[in-house]
Antibody, heavy 122, light 110 residues
Framework: QVQLQESGPGLVKPSQTLSLTCNVS??????????WIWIRQHPGKGLEWIGY???????YYNPSLRSRLTVSIDTSKNQFSLNLSSVTAADTAVYYC??????????????WGQGTLVTVSS | NFLLTQPHSVSESPGKTVTISCTRN????????VQWYQQRPGSSPTTVIY?????PSGVPDRFSGSIDSSSNSASLTISGLKTEDEADYYC?????????FGGGTKLTVL
């Protein structure tokens, strides 16, 4: 059973960089079958995709966040990471990592982490 | 990119059947698969339907998905409603490297 677990600071100061890591267990991240994605959910709101990465390092970012975003992967540690720079209170959200299964006509998230709340505040 | 529009909320009684719609505003609903996620309060989302109408193992057959080209929408139908089905439900599609989520529908089982 694949499991994903987010880790990182729960509190980040404005203008600093939000950094999270997702540890994947129960399966290898080093596979061409899946992508690995970050999703966030503002308090009481819907789901927003942030960015995703392929095991070879190819990345795809939400255009609204692209200028501040870096997603990376470490296949030796079976984990991938998120760095979001210059954060403001608007980046306060629950951040999820998930696995993406891709097919010819779509992609969906089949395993999710439990999520971690990140608050941006001084 | 296109938008996926869901009703903000729906409610129904236990044992009844409810349908949640997800309408695509441009392009054909059949062009890209639609998925449905269930998110119970305080929990992360889980997939209940993928690729329009497929159920992951462990999801009861009370959950079904469909698409309707005439209304350009996808639907999630839950029959034999249980109180445990009370949750937020999100539709999702994928197009040109972008994930598109519907705004979510709060299902109340009362």
């Amino acid at each position: 059973q694949v499991q994903l677990q987010e880790s990182g600071p729960g509190l980040v100061k404005p203008s600093q960089t939000l950094s999270l890591t997702c540890n994947v267990s129960g399966g290898s991240i080093n596979t061409d079958v899946y992508f690995w994605i970050w999703i966030r959910q503002h308090p009481g709101k819907g789901l927003e995709w942030i960015g995703y990465i392929y095991y070879g390092g190819s990345t795809y970012y939400n255009p609204s966040l692209r200028s501040r975003l870096t997603v990376s992967i470490d296949t030796s540690k079976n984990q991938f990471s998120l760095n979001l720079s210059s954060v403001t209170a608007a980046d306060t959200a629950v951040y999820y990592c998930a696995r993406v299964r891709v097919s010819d006509y779509g992609a969906y998230l089949d395993y999710w982490g439990q999520g971690t709340l990140v608050t941006v505040s001084s | 990119n296109f938008l996926l529009t869901q009703p903000h909320s729906v409610s129904e009684s236990p044992g009844k059947t409810v349908t949640i719609s997800c309408t695509r505003n441009s392009g054909s609903i059949a062009s890209n698969y639609v998925q449905w996620y269930q998110q119970r309060p305080g929990s992360s989302p889980t997939t209940v339907i993928y690729e329009d109408n497929l159920r992951p193992s462990g999801v009861p057959d009370r959950f079904s998905g469909s698409i309707d080209s005439s209304s350009n929408s996808a639907s999630l139908t839950i029959s034999g409603l249980k109180t445990e089905d009370e949750a937020d439900y999100y539709c999702q599609s994928f197009h040109i490297n972008n994930f598109i989520f519907g705004g979510g529908t709060k299902l109340t089982v009362l």
